[in-house]
């Protein structure tokens, strides 16, 4: 028998995932990842967060790892420059945007700033918004700018709206009849349970495609890859990751498509995941 190669990247999901509240991670969480990493396996950050969020979480992780943000479309170096972006095409996001006013969806536009100067995201400004994107807009307007998105600046990796989820579903339905093959859509709780997230992709682009570009570049091997997460956007990397795994409080249909089910992220459950790692490695 041959046998398999070693786990040599570990990719993860950050909120239900790798963090807790406020971006934190636990504390024996973060100290057996920081000696995973000492050994020499990879930890890679793979979220559907911009990249700005995602450095308030790999501060607390105390170490400098690669991050792959906006759900695949931004693979940044730990030395923050960015090693790879896919950008709309201008011509999709100006479709998208007549879709999403026509349904009265306002929509917004995160995009890569080098340095984390300028905006991280344009908010359609042809609408009112609704009170979901109030909220958000508010909790980050020092990242927000309101924008005409028919008109779209170049480097926008991701579109997302927020709204109540009848509405989110009515808009990812209409978009995936108007343009069929053309984009992924994901719907999940925001992540203040609030209302609904709907992030609209490339539809070549996922937190796997990401993961798959960060290890060509660390020149590890697709089925050297442990891929953890917890919902609809970490399908992708968990159904397609030779050692994928779910985390307890992962949705069901993560949980039936990955191989390995680990305890709930709120209660050190990738201590499990580093416990197989080092079994299989071992």
């Known amino acids: 028998m041959i046998a398999e190669s070693p786990i040599a990247l570990l990719g993860l999901d950050i909120d239900g995932?790798?963090?807790?509240?406020?971006?934190?991670i636990l504390p024996r969480t973060q100290a057996a990842l920081t000696a995973l990493h000492a050994d020499g396996v990879h930890v890679v950050i793979?979220?559907?967060?911009?990249?700005?969020?995602?450095?308030?979480?790999?501060?607390?992780?105390?170490?400098d790892v690669f991050a792959i943000c906006n759900?695949?479309?931004l693979m940044k170096h730990p030395d923050r420059s960015t090693l790879h972006a896919d950008a709309?095409?201008?011509?999709?996001?100006?479709a998208i945007v007549e879709l999403a006013r026509a349904r009265n969806c306002v929509l917004l536009a995160q995009r890569d700033q080098p340095g984390l100067e300028g905006p991280d995201f344009l908010v359609d400004s042809a609408l009112d918004w609704n009170p979901h994107i109030q909220r958000y807009v508010e909790t980050n307007k020092a990242w927000a700018e309101p924008a005409d998105l028919s008109d779209p600046r170049p480097g926008c990796?991701?579109?997302?709206?927020?709204?109540?989820?009848?509405?989110?579903?009515?808009?990812?339905?209409a978009l995936g009849e108007a343009f069929p093959g053309r984009f992924n859509t994901v719907i999940v709780p925001d992540y203040q349970k609030r209302g609904w997230y709907c992030e609209v992709t490339q539809a070549n682009i996922s937190k796997w495609t990401g993961l798959l570009t960060v290890a060509r570049h660390l020149g590890v091997q697709a089925d050297q890859?442990?891929?953890?997460?917890?919902?609809?956007?970490?399908m992708s990397m968990v159904s397609a990751a030779h050692h994928g795994v779910?985390?307890?409080?992962?949705?069901?249909?993560?949980?039936?498509?990955?191989?390995?089910?680990?305890?709930n992220h709120d209660a050190d459950g990738l201590l499990?995941?580093?416990?197989?790692?080092?079994?299989?490695?071992a």
């Open 71 to 73: 759900g695949g479309a």
């Open 46 to 63: 793979a979220t559907g967060r911009r990249y700005r969020t995602t450095t308030w979480v790999m501060e607390n992780l105390g170490f």
């Open 88 to 94: 709309f095409d201008e011509g999709d996001i100006k």
């Open 17 to 24: 995932t790798l963090a807790v509240a406020d971006h934190r």
């Open 246 to 263: 779910a985390m307890g409080n992962a949705v069901p249909e993560l949980k039936s498509a990955a191989r390995l089910v680990c305890g």
């Open 225 to 234: 890859i442990c891929a953890v997460g917890d919902q609809l956007n970490d």
């Open 272 to 281: 499990d995941v580093v416990d197989y790692i080092r079994r299989h490695n």
């Open 157 to 173: 990796l991701l579109i997302a709206t927020f709204d109540d989820e009848p509405r989110v579903r009515a808009f990812a339905s």
